[in-house]
Each structure stands twice: as C-alpha cells, then as structure tokens.
C-alpha cells in the first residue's frame, strides 16, 4: 500500500512538471507572473448585486419599506463602490505594468470610473422600466410586470448590458465584456456591450439572441429568439489582420419587429423604421421604412414509403 502510494505522488509530481513545462511553451493563454485582473467571480457577485440596486424589492432584501431603503442602498452603494473601483483599477494592470499609468494614476482614474457609473444608475433604471412595460406590452402570456421581472431572460440579459454598456462608455476594459459574457451563459442572450440600444427595448423568449458590437438599436424594437445581428465579414489589411473598430453590424431603427431565426448582417444594413421581418429572413441589404419581409411560403412534397 505504502509504495502504491509513493509511486502515485511520484507520477503526480511528474505531472505538474509536465504542466510547467505546457505553460512555459504556451504563453498565449498562460498568465504567470504577468498582470493582474478582475476577479470572475467578484465581477459576477457585483452585477448580481447592482441588479438588486436596479429591483429593489424584487431581488435580494424583499423586506424594504420608504423608511429603511436609503439606509440600505447607501450601505450597498458604499460597499459596491469600493468593490467596482478595486475591480476596475485592476482592470488597467497592463497599462500599470507597462506603465503607461502608474499606480496612483490607476486608483484615481478607477475612483472617477466608479463614481461616474453610479451616477447613471436612475437613468438606466428609467429606461429599464420601459424595457419591462414594454415586455408586459408585448407578450399577452404576461400576467402582470412582476412575472416579467422575475422571470423574463430578456430583462434580466437587457438589464446587465445596460449596465456594463454605461461602464464601456465610461472607458472602463475588460469588465464590461466579462458581464455581459455572464449574461449570456445564463440567458443564452449573447448582447455585446458596445452595441447602442434604445428605450422600450424587448426580446421575447431570447434564447439565441446576438446583438454584434457595433449594433445600432433605435426606440420601442421587439425581436425574437434565435435572431442574429452579426458582420456580414471582416475587413483585412494589407497583412490580413482583421480591421477593428469599424462599423460590422446593422441598424434598426425605431418600431422594428424582427420574427424568430431572422438573420441581419452588415455594417451598412439599415432597417427603415416600422419594418417587420418574418422568421428566418436572411438579410444584408438594407430595406426602407415600413417594409414588410418574409420568406414565401415552402412548398411540401409527398412521396410514398414504400416498403422494401
């Protein structure tokens, strides 16, 4: 038993020996005495918590009254700041390391992050409001806004991008993606943070959903499951390295309705305003407002099953 034993912590300590020598021969996804990131799972734990912030009395504490609120959200806000700003100044560890801004310079521009982003938090409850009026609006399986709140993928998909978008707008890397990536493994609602989406914003049902980067979203759109708005392609230079920060993905303007597995793609596409497209349209051209589109109608064959 006893050499068994021996042998075994021997071919273990083989292994991890074997696991250096990988990380030391595989740079591009090891990180060893490199830089610092956000913590995933204090990342995670702060967008649950701001979401609690967004729905008083429906997540976290349900016991809230006009006489305990602010007592709770200054201790939650005080606490969560202190927290975003930790995450975010780790967030700039390569500009730190590489030190284009030193240490200083990253908590005071962490501090000035945070406080800028908690400031906005209102403005996005208003508009998630009207996100939620706008589900319960579009969806007669709706009995009442609480189910909606509860229970809806796509409020709870909508309301971390809202979130993490404002972040992205104040110049903060890497931790909005990481919320929204969140989001997504939860909901199967895949909305890249930089996308710019209007009010009274809906998405029914929501599993399959990809909203692109550079997505633009007018007022009062409603879209289904299983609906991309993707790159039609990548544009290379001369090296072929892909050309970032282009426009890649389509426009929908104001009262859009866009029906289960439709695919719109492209950076010029535009959806005119007032346009519906049917279930599993394939698009990337634009269309002009007020423009119905839908696949005509398959035709089925029958055949005889013969039995051989």
């Keep these: 038993m006893e050499s068994e034993k021996k042998e ?30 956000p913590s995933r799972i204090n990342v995670i734990q ?27 959200v200054g ?23 590489s030190k284009s801004l030193s240490q200083a310079e990253c908590i005071s521009l962490s501090c000035d992050q945070a406080l800028a982003f908690f400031q906005k938090i209102p ?45 992205l ?32 914003f809906f998405i029914d049902h929501g599993t399959g959903v990809v909203i692109g980067e550079t997505t633009v979203i007018g007022d009062n759109v409603k879209i289904y499951q299983g609906v991309t708005l993707g790159a039609l ?10 050309i970032r920060n282009t426009k890649r993905h389509p426009s929908l303007e104001n009262n859009t309705t866009v029906y289960a597995g439709a695919t719109i793609l492209g950076g010029e596409t535009v959806i005119g305003e007032g346009c519906v497209i049917g279930g599993n349209v394939w698009l990337t051209h634009s269309i002009p407002s007020h423009t119905k ?13 013969k039995k051989e």
């Design 75 to 97: 201790g939650k806000l005080d606490r969560l700041f202190n927290e975003l700003q930790s995450e975010i100044a780790k967030a700039y560890g390569e500009e730190y390391s």
């Design 233 to 242: 392609s990548f544009p290379k230079d001369e090296r072929g390295k892909i």
């Design 123 to 167: 403005l996005i409850r208003e508009m998630l409001e009207d996100d939620v009026q706008a589900a319960f609006d579009g969806d007669p399986a709706a009995k009442n806004t609480d189910e909606i709140v509860f229970s809806y993928p796509g409020v709870m998909a909508i309301s971390i991008y809202r979130l993490a978008h404002e972040l």
């Design 293 to 305: 589109v839908i696949i005509e109608e398959p035709r089925l064959k029958f055949f005889e099953n």
């Design 8 to 37: 075994k912590k021997i071919a273990i300590g083989d292994l991890a020996k074997s696991f250096v020598d990988s990380y030391q021969k595989t740079k591009l996804i090891t990180n060893i005495e490199k830089k610092q990131f």
């Design 169 to 200: 707008v104040q110049g903060v890397p890497l931790i909005p993606r990481m919320m929204t990536e969140y989001a997504h493994s939860i909901t199967g609602i895949d909305i890249h943070p930089g996308a710019k989406i209007g009010r009274s």
């Design 46 to 72: 702060i967008t649950e918590e701001l979401r609690e912030i967004l729905f008083p009395g429906y997540l976290g504490r349900t016991n809230l009254n006009w006489l305990n609120v602010e007592y709770y």
